[in-house]
């Protein structure tokens, strides 16, 4: 009888997060929008809304800009690991495999912290039997997605 042994652990790098290159358009109607808000809040009196939405329309900008940075992701019998945060498997509830997310195969796992109730990391392709067969003798299968609010944002370019 041949005993088939799953891998102890899977290490990969990927981005940060799915960035998407924006144009010219995109930052003009940005700007505009923000240029809006702050001529509005300024016309209502409200010069402290308005500095705030001048501040944080700047930082937006500079924000979406800028390219991710590539992480290590590593998936073991002792738990997940982000970059240098490792959640080990005490401190998560579920998982879910997303391998027909159109920006690709995707992890997604429920983890007990209240600010943060969701990790959601790119997979390789060849590595996601390896990674359920690790995480299936770790933590329940559950139906879990990202939040409107994500999906939302993600549509708009951010």
């Known amino acids: 009888m041949i005993m088939e042994q799953s891998p102890r652990a899977v290490t990969w790098e990927a981005p940060e997060h799915n960035h998407t290159e924006k144009g010219g358009d995109w ?4 700007t505009v929008i923000f240029i809006a808000i702050v001529l509005a809040s300024v016309m209502l009196g409200n010069p ?3 500095l705030l ?20 992701y590593s998936v073991s019998v002792r738990g997940v690991r982000v970059g240098d945060e490792t959640y080990p498997f005490a401190s998560l ?8 997310d159109p920006k690709g195969p995707q992890l997604l796992v429920k983890s007990n912290r209240h600010f943060m109730p ?4 790119t997979l390789p392709t ?8 690790i995480l299936r003798d770790k ?3 559950e139906s879990l ?12 370019g951010f």
């Open 48 to 50: 402290l809304f308005a």
């Open 93 to 100: 509830v579920s998982y879910t495999l997303d391998e027909d």
């Open 27 to 30: 930052y003009f109607a940005f």
């Open 145 to 156: 997605e990202e939040s409107f609010f994500v999906k939302v944002l993600e549509i708009f």
């Open 53 to 72: 939405m001048g501040v944080a329309g700047l930082a937006l900008a500079i924000s979406v800009s800028k390219r991710p940075v590539i992480i290590p």
């Open 118 to 121: 969701l990790i959601v990391f």
């Open 139 to 141: 933590l329940p299968e």
């Open 126 to 133: 060849e590595h996601i039997d390896d990674i359920e067969s």
